[in-house]
């Protein structure tokens, strides 16, 4: 979603504004478009995750990166770039990531008939703290019970996909610090461990939501399942630091 093409001047002053001043640990950061507020779902030392909504004709406005940057599009649809004029179809649960230092662009227009729902998750800087010489692999989640799908790996992140079926339980598994974990669709969670029965959670889970994952040792022998009545669509996104 970003060009090398000559900027707009609105584009140019969102990364100026973004270079120039660069948040400090736990900082609030800048807007990403000009032209598009979002609502903040969840914000801790490690991310800031805001949901924005783009209507059917409506454009991001001016788009520039203030930091490392995940998007994930809940509600998918057809985005057409200002710079190249080039349509793009994006289904429900695909994800871009977005590097500080990409070039800023004019942003994109919803050229659909429906809105486009997205989390953008801005990872926020600090030091890091990762053992240099960590496993392969270490960084995924394991479901015992479910195969997840790899959509993505960096430096920065491992995201992953799974979608867990009514009555179907993950597995006894381990939630290693810095996990965060999106609802692309959401549901009737159930849990067990342990020290605990098995018991349900007093809410389903919304579309949309989101939730930043306790560190869980596999000692502890926690899962959870789905006992809803449709499947649950789930992305977790892991910081390797």
């Known amino acids: ?19 120039m001043l660069e948040p400090a640990e736990g900082a609030t950061v800048l807007p990403a478009y000009a032209a598009l507020k979002g ?3 969840l914000d801790n030392p490690r991310v800031r995750v805001e949901r924005f909504v783009l209507a059917p004709g409506q454009s991001t406005g001016a788009h520039a990166h203030p930091g490392d940057q995940l998007l994930v599009f809940l509600r998918g649809g057809v985005l057409k770039s200002q710079d190249t004029g080039r349509s793009t179809l994006w289904h429900d649960g695909r994800v871009l990531w977005e590097n500080a230092s990409d070039h800023a662009d ?4 919803n050229v659909g ?12 800087p600090h030091s890091r703290r990762a053992p240099a010489t960590a496993a ?4 995924h989640l394991n479901y015992p019970n479910i195969p997840g799908e790899d959509l993505l790996e960096n430096e920065t992140v491992v995201v992953q996909r799974f979608t ?21 669709r959401g549901g009737q969670w159930a849990a067990r461990s342990r020290k605990e029965r098995e018991h349900p959670y007093p809410e389903r889970s919304a579309d949309g939501s989101v ?30 630091d």
């Not at 392969?136 to 960084?139: I, Q």
């Not at 669509?233 to 892991?238: A, C, E, G, P, S």
């Open 106 to 109: 004019a942003g994109n227009t």
């Open 39 to 41: 609502e903040v779902t």
């Open 113 to 124: 008939t429906d809105p486009i729902v997205m989390l953008q998750v801005t990872i926020k």
């Open 1 to 19: 979603m970003n060009s090398t093409k000559t900027l707009s001047k609105a584009a140019a002053a969102l990364l100026i504004a973004a270079t």
């Open 136 to 139: 392969p692999n270490s960084f």
């Open 211 to 240: 939730g930043w994952m306790p560190t869980i040792d596999i000692s502890e022998g926690h899962e959870s399942g789905n006992v809803g009545t449709e499947p649950i669509d789930l992305i977790w996104v892991t910081l390797k």
């Open 164 to 184: 867990v079926n009514p009555g179907q339980w993950e597995g006894v598994h381990a939630h290693r610090p810095n996990m965060l974990y999106i609802h692309i």
